[in-house]
């Protein structure tokens, strides 16, 4: 709640139970990118310029810097 900035209302109104068999039921690599996106731990082109001097913009779009937002 704290990291999207959701309400108790909003949390609650969450399926959880279906959100767990939807994740249980993807393949190991499928969840560890789900995981990554939910917890906004995808790499981007942001974070790549900061480490390793590449470009920062989105490789689809090439107007904006791809941040997770972006993304």
């Known amino acids: 709640m704290k990291k999207t900035h959701w309400t108790l209302q909003q949390f609650e109104q ?3 139970d279906a959100h767990q068999q939807a ?3 993807q393949m190991q690599h499928q ?3 789900t995981a990554k996106v ?3 731990l995808s790499n981007t082109n942001r974070q790549n ?3 390793y001097q590449a470009t920062s913009l ?3 779009c090439q107007a904006q ?3 997770f937002e972006h993304v």
Request: net charge negative.
């Open 38 to 40: 939910i917890h906004n």
């Open 23 to 25: 994740f249980l039921h």
């Open 65 to 67: 810097e791809e941040t």
């Open 14 to 16: 969450v399926d959880w």
């Open 49 to 51: 310029h900061l480490f």
């Open 31 to 33: 969840q560890i990118s």
């Open 58 to 60: 989105c490789p689809l």
